[in-house]
């Protein structure tokens, strides 16, 4: 595209200035409203049959937090990092973020957006044990802030989708008024948040059809 230039920086990763994961981020409030078998017996002319007995796993369960919903408890805007989550729930507990992103707890997950062709994987970080709410803003971010190559960006389909990223781009170093961060924004060149169409504000994760360790990330 003569005349128009994007960035990309020369590492493939890119994080601002580290947030640290936890402990979790302090939340404000912005309205006051709440919110094993048994196999059968080997003998069993000296010991009656016994029935099969089958497990079934539990079902998995989200973190209110976490769940889908047209309202949201939680407000964020993905393009900026987890310290600036807001609630709409009264009274809401910082270590609500430490708590387990699912239940029955799980040390890795992975997270989708529709139509992203890049998926997101998130570990335990708070214990090692399992993958908690914070774990889940957290990773969202810093996989969204991970830079584009130039071949991820001449992959793209169409020259009006290409013009959409570089859009979204120059409007994300802009929104900065200190100049210092402005340009070390724009030097770091188009990341993958820049895909999503301006679609930025978390709504929530559902299920997938691809198992219970694969949930959708929905935006708007």
């Known amino acids: 595209m003569p005349g128009k230039h994007v960035r990309f920086a020369n590492i493939s990763t890119v994080y601002p200035e580290s947030i640290p994961p936890h402990p979790a981020p302090s ?4 309205t006051s409203s709440h919110f094993s078998s048994l196999p059968p017996s080997h003998y069993a002319y000296s010991h009656p049959q016994r029935k099969r007995s089958h497990s079934y796993p539990l079902p998995t369960r989200l973190h209110h937090l976490l769940a889908y919903s047209k309202h949201p408890v939680i407000n964020y805007d993905v393009s900026l990092a987890p310290s600036t989550i807001t609630t709409t729930l009264s009274g ?9 992103a699912v239940h029955p707890p799980v040390s890795s997950l992975v997270i989708q957006i529709p139509y992203y062709i890049w998926p997101i994987s998130v570990h335990a970080s708070y214990n090692g044990q399992y993958v908690t709410v914070n774990d889940v803003f957290t990773a969202v971010y810093h996989s969204l802030r ?6 991820e960006y001449r992959a793209i389909p169409s020259k009006k989708e290409a013009e959409k990223v570089r859009m979204a781009y120059m409007m ?14 724009k030097q770091q060149g188009v990341k993958r948040v820049d895909f999503l169409n301006w679609r930025t504000r978390f709504m929530g994760l559902t299920t997938s059809e ?4 694969v949930w959708l990330l929905h935006l708007s």
Do not use: I, K, Q
């Open 92 to 100: 809401l507990p910082s270590t609500s973020f430490s708590e387990p």
């Open 146 to 151: 991970t830079n584009v190559s130039s071949s």
């Open 172 to 185: 994300r170093y802009r929104r900065l008024h200190d100049r210092y961060a402005y340009e070390a924004e």
């Open 210 to 213: 691809h198992g219970s360790d």
């Open 27 to 30: 939340v404000r409030t912005r």
